[in-house]
């Protein structure tokens, strides 16, 4: 293995203690931007039926109304974490993205926030399949990764390249796969979220179609 592969393993391992994740995002500025995520691009009302794919230990529960939410995530000490930190406030479910198992048109929003990059080409295409039968009519899916892109800063980008997601893409690696499952998708690029050098895609997806 070479050292970048030893390296991602080691934080791989750290990170996946739920405290020191929550800890290390925030430090980068993780709550502002799960903030801005929710208010400018979620924008979640209310009462609506929110599935939250890796969810993490759930963290975005603290910026969100009274919505019904549902989280996934296949880290069982992360479900476990956010089953006793916002009891009463959601179900958690342990499980693959790419296996998805919930009823047609059972949710007005879902949310997918740093989890593409984890996945494979395939395993995104599965994910964002079930993302968009799950989606009543006029429902959206709404995304946030890492992202490469022209320009950006080079200490953005040597970070980025470091994730412990091995599938980081460029906006249009991003679009394409969510275009091949939604009628219409909308994305931006920002580079103003964290308080490190960092580039962010942000998907907005409607129009989910047969698949
Ligand atoms: C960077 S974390 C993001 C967590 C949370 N969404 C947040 O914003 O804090 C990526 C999450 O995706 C989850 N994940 C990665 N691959 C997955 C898969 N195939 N199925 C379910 N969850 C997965 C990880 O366990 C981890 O919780």
């Known amino acids: ?22 800890w290390f995002e925030n430090a980068l500025g993780a709550h502002r931007a799960r903030e801005i995520f929710v208010r400018e691009y979620l924008q979640a009302a209310e009462g609506e039926r929110l599935l939250d794919l890796g969810c993490g230990p759930a963290d975005v529960l603290d910026h969100l109304p009274g919505v019904d939410y549902t989280g996934w995530d296949a880290n069982p000490a992360y479900i476990e974490v956010a089953r006793r930190r916002y009891a009463g406030r959601g179900n958690f479910v342990t499980g693959d993205v790419s296996q998805l198992d919930v009823p047609p048109e059972s949710f007005d929003v879902v949310s997918a926030m740093f989890v593409l990059h984890h996945l494979t080409d395939v395993q995104c295409s599965l994910m964002l399949a079930a993302a968009a039968r799950s989606l009543r009519p006029g429902g959206r899916l709404v995304t946030i990764d890492p992202c490469y892109a022209q320009g950006q800063s080079p200490i953005a980008r040597w970070i980025i390249s470091h994730d412990r997601g091995a599938f980081v893409r460029e906006e249009k690696g991003y679009r394409g796969l969510a275009e091949r499952h939604f009628g219409r998708v909308r994305s931006q690029v920002r580079g103003d979220l964290l308080r490190i050098p960092y580039t962010h895609c942000l998907m907005f997806c409607t129009e989910p179609l047969d698949s």
């Open 1 to 22: 293995m070479h050292a970048g592969g030893k390296e991602r393993l080691g934080a791989k391992r750290i990170l996946a203690s739920p405290r020191i994740y929550t």
